[in-house]
């Protein structure tokens, strides 16, 4: 089942909310009339896909199945810079929706979105060691267990790449893994472990935060939450946090695959992150771009890249 089918109700405090000017209800039937009130730009041409694998550009956006009961809010929807959602023509939107997620695809996807090689560089345990070359890094960071690795090792189909990190000593630190020689993913180390002594835990905090606030290059942290389980007050306070202090984030919700009701009035991977976007709605100017994953049937995994693409590209050119 596709994601979208499930994109949260609005609040009704989402109406009344002096950053929301205006409200969009897109329907199939505005999505498919080439006159939509929300023009984006047409799709990047297809040669700038050419390094991805062909099933992931035929797969990365929603398909006319998925349009046909996809209700969405404009302000549900993250739509990245300079995507002008007023004056630009063509390409319905739900063509222009990455699978999974509320993320627009806009001009700048496409340009060396798969992976091609990816290194360990180093570890480090302060900021001012990590890498000095200013190339652009995406930080992953989550609770331990949450999938940090498996998702890593997923995006650079290679596996146990992420066990670098998990080595004694290594998985305090600042790890940085270069990908095609141009751009970094980032692990960082896993919060909410229960078995580390209070003062391990306290210092993670520190430097994790010391991090996000003053690392240049840092395009966005990707905060991954698990979607076979309901939310957990760390992971909502880590993302108020982020959201305070203006750190970009993406959403990364791992699991997905996990798709059974429990007995016990579990919830499914889409009742999970519909949510726990609600729980983080109010810590937000705009919605954070969210995506849905697995790192067992690599749902999300193009889309990530293809997401990563987009920030990154914009962020080379300004
Ligand atoms: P980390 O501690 O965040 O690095 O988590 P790991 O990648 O080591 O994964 C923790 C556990 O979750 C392992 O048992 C993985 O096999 C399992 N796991 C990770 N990703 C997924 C996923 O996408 N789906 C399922 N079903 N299990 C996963």
Redesign the pocket.
């Known amino acids: 089942m596709f994601l979208t089918h499930q994109i949260p109700r609005i609040h009704s405090h989402f109406f009344a909310s002096p950053k929301t000017p205006k409200f969009f209800l897109i329907t199939s039937a505005l999505l498919s009339n080439s006159k939509s009130p929300i023009p984006l730009p047409p799709p990047p041409p297809l040669s700038h896909f050419s390094t991805l694998t062909p099933t992931a550009t035929a797969t990365a956006t929603a398909t006319p199945e998925d349009q046909e009961s996809l209700q969405l809010s404009l302000e549900s929807l993250f739509l990245p810079p300079e995507t002008d959602v007023s004056s630009l023509k063509e390409a319905p939107l739900t063509a222009r929706i990455l699978k999974g997620s509320n993320i627009v695809l806009s001009k700048f996807a496409g340009h060396g979105v798969d992976v091609v090689n990816a290194d360990f560089v180093k570890s480090s345990v302060k900021t001012e060691e990590c890498p000095a070359d200013g190339a652009p890094e995406f930080a992953l960071v989550?609770?331990?267990?949450?999938?940090?690795?498996?998702?890593?090792?997923?995006l650079v189909r290679r596996k146990r790449l992420?066990l670098t990190s998990?080595k004694p000593g290594k998985t305090q630190c600042i790890n940085h893994f270069r990908i095609n020689d141009s751009w970094y993913l980032v692990d960082l180390p896993?919060y909410g472990f229960a078995a580390a002594p209070h003062e391990v835990r306290t210092d993670w905090a520190k430097f994790t935060k010391d991090y996000f606030l003053n690392r240049p290059t840092l395009v966005s942290v990707f905060l991954?939450i698990d979607a076979?389980i309901p939310a957990k007050k760390i992971d909502l306070e880590y993302a108020s946090w982020l959201g305070q202090n203006e750190i970009p984030m993406t959403l990364v919700f791992?699991?997905?695959?996990?798709r059974k009701k429990k007995k016990n009035g579990g919830k499914r991977p889409e009742e999970n992150v519909r949510d726990f976007q609600e729980l983080i709605r109010d810590f937000f100017k705009s919605t954070p771009p969210w995506i849905m994953?697995?790192?067992?049937?690599n749902?999300g995994r193009d889309e990530i890249l293809l997401h990563m693409s987009q920030l990154r590209n914009y962020w080379l050119k300004h």
């Open positions: 989550g609770r331990s267990n949450v999938g940090k690795s498996s998702l890593l090792n997923s992420a998990k896993g991954l076979s791992t699991k997905c695959d996990k994953t697995s790192s067992v049937t749902q």
